[in-house]
Every structure is written in C-alpha cells, then in structure tokens.
C-alpha cells in the first residue's frame, strides 16, 4: 500500500473518533438533562392508611414511610380536627418517623377526632398530598367510681371517685340542660359528694373535670319518688313513738300510703284488720336502716272486705314469735287483689301469710308476689300457706329473692292458676327429715296448677337440718300439672327424698363451696366457675 494512501486511511479514522467522543459527550450532557427532568416536583405520599389505636388517654398513630425516603432525612405533618373534611384544624404536628403518640392533653375525651399525615417537602419538592384516617375517640380517664344502689334515691345521689387533687367540677346533664357543680381542694381530696335537689325516675349523665379536662363520665337514673297526694300518710315526722303505726292504720282511707321512717320501730302489739287497701312504705333516705314493723301481734282481714292491695316495700318485718307469729292471718272472709312484699327483710315468723278460715267463699287472692326480699327464719307455715280448701290464691310469684332457714316455702290446699319461682336462692329450705316440700299442693282433690310451676334461674341448696337430715321434697301437685325448670342449679348437698325436681343442674360443690358464708346468710357466688353466675339466683349475690 502506498505510503499516502496509509495516512490517508490514518487521518479518515482519527476524525472518525473525534466523532464519536463528540457523540458521547453530548449523550452524556442529554442523560444529565434527561435526569434533571425526572427529579422530584413533590414528594411521595406515606405509603397504605394511617393505624390508629387508642387506650384511655392516648392515641397512637402509625404509618409507612413514603417511597423513595429511605437512608434520607424527612419529616411528616399530622394535623387532627373534630371536622373529617380538615375545614378547621384543632391541631398540628410535625414528626421524623412514622408514628406519633398524642395524649388527652390535646384531645378532649369522648370527642370524635380525625387525622392527616403528609410528607413534607425537601429540596425542590413539594410536599406530598394528605393521607386521611378513620374517626378515633379516646375514653379518658374513670375517676368516677359505680354508684352503689344504696347511694342513690329520687332526688339525691352520692357520687364517689377516687381520690385526686386539682378536680375542679361536676356537670349533670339531662334533657338538654346542664347544671354545674364547683368542687373546691378539699372536696377533690374528700373524693366524695351529696348531689341534691335531682328529678324522681330521671337520667343524668354526670362528668368529671380537671379544668376543662373529662377526668371521668357515668350515667345513672334516679329512683322513683314516693307518692304524693291527699291519701299519703307521711309518718316520717314522728319519732321516738313505736305506737303511731297502730294508731293511725284504723283511720286511713282505701288506697291510703303510709311512709314510713328509716331507724324507726314501729310495734303491732294488738290484732288489727285490714279492710282496705293500704301500703307501707319507706321513706327514700340514705340511711341504711330500714323501717322496722315488730310484731308481737298479727295482721288480720276485716270480713267482707274486698281489698285492692296490700303492699309492704322496703321494710323490715320481725316478729317476738317464731313459733306463732304472721304478717297476715287471715282468718276472715274476704277478696284481695294484689299481696306485694318487695325489697323487704322479713324474719323470725311461724308464717309470713297464712289464710286459714272455712267460712264459705274463704279469703280469696289473685295475685301474691315476693320481689328482691330477703326471707329467713321461717317456721312451719312457709312464706304462702293457703290452709284451708276455701281459701285461694291463684298466681304466685317469687321472683329476685333470697330464702333460707325455712322449714316450708308455699304449701296450698287449693287449685292455682300459676306459681313462678325465678332467680331465687334457696338454702335450708325446706326442713330435712324427708316430709317438708318447696312447693306443696298436698290435697289430691284440689291439687292442680292449671298454668304450672315455673322454677327459671334459681339455685337450691341444702335442705334444713332436721336433727342432722337434710334430706327434702321438690315439688308435690297433680300428675296433670306441668313443672317448667330452666337454667336451674343445686348444690351436691342437695339431698332429695321423693318428688325431685325434674330439670335441675348438679352442681359439682357443696353449698360452701358456692357460697361465701350461706350459715350467716352471704349468698355471694365465691366460685368463679360455677356455670350459673350473673344468671342463676338472687341477682343481689352476682
């Protein structure tokens, strides 16, 4: 090859590579343009939803970076608002990681609250579009302790929580209307208030605070208020007179109440009739201590009297006489609608009602009923002892009731309609030695319960010791008489001679193993597992 021709070929490829570095050059100056374009004008949002989760004074919110923030610095706003659409916002805050805690010091108890979460710009980015979560709520605190039955009446409560300092009020809110009370110091420390001058059978919500902080929150409703008219007899005025009770019933009118007061004796010392409708009945009063009617005589019926009601409600009845004293026997030819014993102790009687007469047409109830009682030490004629086959009674209900130390519970010789026994304690009852039943129509010929006998969450403990025999009798009526148990237990010392009471769940424990103390009469359930609690028995022990 000639000389020139090889230099030639030299200088063509030498211009040739200056060709291609030009070229690269400039892709490299159009990659770097390229780039600058695909940098960010906003930043990524954070990734999925927001977790939120509360306990009583603090929310925790959560969520996943955003794309492209890892290895590098970046910060989140998280705005809350009472409005999901952010037209306002309560507050704001800013954080480096992907969570936040936020404590009541910024969010109001009970208040519904809504969250965003948005990357905040960096460098030439924007900041990201918002991330939004569901409603949350924190409960705040409970500084307000349950209202015991005992600390509530129809116009006043005792409201009780624990000790704090800095508790500044009490709002009650009910209808719409709001009414305040200040605490000062020492009232916060005292954990302790009589809240008065309430409505009868009203609902109030009350609310605690710490300044303008819910430090707690209960809603109650408050009992019903004793009757007020021209046929209430109000005693309460009277002290220190035992004889009043017996003075004043021969003088009232039909439908009479007659109010009577709590830490007051009130003596039945001779036969008296009743021959009209008539209740008794306590005050409401934060006292403990019942009224007490002491019988050292019996109530009788006033011949042919028709009689609306007679009603016992929140007293104590005792009598002198185990062996020979009632509330009522009847003795006497008359008709009596209703016979209501409700939220009584009654104790130490022969019989609570008995009705005994052979006159013809015989004392006649439709309706007797024993609510929320306390019934105990009770001799051979029971709580209901219909004693003669001209006497009836013809629904009987026992129901929310503790009976123990009974030799009999209902014994009739006559047909009835109906006889309940729902959610009651039974213990020593009836008396062992094999004779005494808890329910006895003992006369064949008049010994049907047209509707049935109906024993629903109940729990029956042993029997009475009869010189060291407990064993019993269930239930005694006509073979055509249908006897419904349901979700009824008895204790393994439950010993059953005849007439067993179809239905019934064993359970595994003797009386003391259920019960805390059944000899002194504490009902409370001491055995976590036993299947019936909080549904079988007196609710009182749950």
Known sequence: MPITSWYKIKATKMIHMRYVIVFLFISLLACKKKEDELSLS????????????????????????????????VTYTVAISQDSTFATTAHTFTTDTTGIRISDHYLLARKKYYARVRTDGKDTASSSNWVYSRGFTLTG????????????????????????EGLTKLVFMTGGVERTIGLSAEQSLAAKLQVDSLQPLTTYTVEIFKGEQSKG?????TKAGVATGPNVIDLTGITGLPSILRDTLPKVGAGSIIILK??????IDLAMEIGKAVSFVSENSFNTQLPLIYFTNNF??????????????????????????????????????????EGCHVEIFRGVVRLQTGATGGTQVNDFVVNNCVVDSISNYGVLNVDNVACAVQNIT?????????EKVVTS??????????NCTFNEAPQGGGSAYLVDYSQSATNNVAAGITVKSCIIGAGRSNSGNTAVRGIRANAATLINVSSSYNTSDYVVAGNAIPGLTVYGGTVTDLWKDPGKGN?????????GKGSAGDPRWW
């Open 141 to 164: 605190e409970q500084l307000l302790l349950p209202i015991a039955d005992s600390n509530l009446i129809d116009k006043s409560v005792i409201l009780l929580w624990k000790p704090t």
């Open 413 to 422: 010789k006559q047909n009835s309609n109906a006889v309940v026994l729902s």
């Open 523 to 531: 009902f409370g359930i001491k055995d976590s597992g036993f299947a």
């Open 42 to 73: 906003r930043q990524f949002m954070p990734s999925g939803e927001i977790a939120v989760t509360t306990i009583d004074t603090l929310a925790t919110l959560s969520w996943k970076a955003a794309l492209f923030t890892a290895g590098t610095a």
């Open 398 to 406: 026992i129901r929310n009731s503790t009976l123990y130390k009974l």
């Open 262 to 267: 709590r830490g007051e004796t009130y003596h």
């Open 217 to 221: 929150i209960l809603t109650f409703t």
């Open 300 to 341: 009788n019926v006033t011949a042919g009297s028709v009689i609306d009601s007679i009603v016992f409600r929140g007293l104590t009845l005792r009598s002198n006489d185990y062996a020979a004293r009632y509330v009522i026997n009847a003795g006497n030819v008359a008709t009596i609608g209703k016979i209501l014993f």
